[in-house]
């Protein structure tokens, strides 16, 4: 369990199920972190928490929890865990959404960078975003993340054409900037 000022992060449990369908099945909140907007059954969620959230040997997930009041607001992951290569893909989901741009969002990868590079030894940290999620870019580009590239008209949203950009943080470069 890892802990800020206002957040805790504390590993996913099969008890959030029921929150994480909730959220997986929010238009809102996937529209811009899910590649493939779809619903999802209690049954495929449930499957999901257990077979990738909890039961890959290649990711952790942490539920990310407002410390004070105990409140659940999002999910955030470490992905396509490469300890050989010391690399990882980093992953989050603000689900609830009276939590958005209050900056709990870079709380949570603020602890998670410090755990996957100060606890893990990682050498880089990448991931993906959506070009039309202007905050969130600006957000990885406060924390360090460096466009490496993109991937063009990869994605289909709202009756357009979006890239996905591909950004990445290498631990000297957070080691340097915290």
Not at 10 to 25: A, L, P
Not at 26 to 50: C, G, I
Not at 72 to 86: A, E, F, H, M, Q
Not at 94 to 111: D, N, T, V
Request: charged share 30%; proline share 1%.
């Amino acid at each position: 369990m890892f802990q800020s000022k206002r957040l805790r992060l504390r590993k996913v449990e099969k008890d959030d199920t029921e929150q994480y369908h909730k959220w997986r099945n929010d238009m809102d909140v996937m529209e811009s972190t899910n590649p493939a907007l779809d619903l999802y059954s209690k049954e495929e969620t449930r499957q999901f928490v257990e077979n990738v959230l909890i039961g890959s040997s290649s990711s952790k997930s942490y539920i990310i929890m407002e410390k004070e009041s105990g409140t659940v607001i999002g999910i955030t992951s470490l992905i396509n865990v490469d300890l050989k290569n010391r690399n990882a893909e980093c992953i989050i989901d603000i689900g609830e959404k009276e939590y958005w741009g209050r900056g709990y969002g870079r709380e949570a990868l603020e602890l998670l960078l410090h755990y996957a590079f100060q606890e893990l030894n990682l050498h880089r940290i990448s991931l993906k975003v959506f070009s039309f999620n202007e905050k969130a870019i600006h957000l990885y580009k406060k924390l360090g993340f460096i466009e490496e590239g993109k991937s063009r008209e990869s994605l289909f949203r709202n009756g357009k054409w979006h890239d996905i950009l591909h950004m990445g943080i290498l631990r000297e470069e957070y080691i340097s900037g915290t």
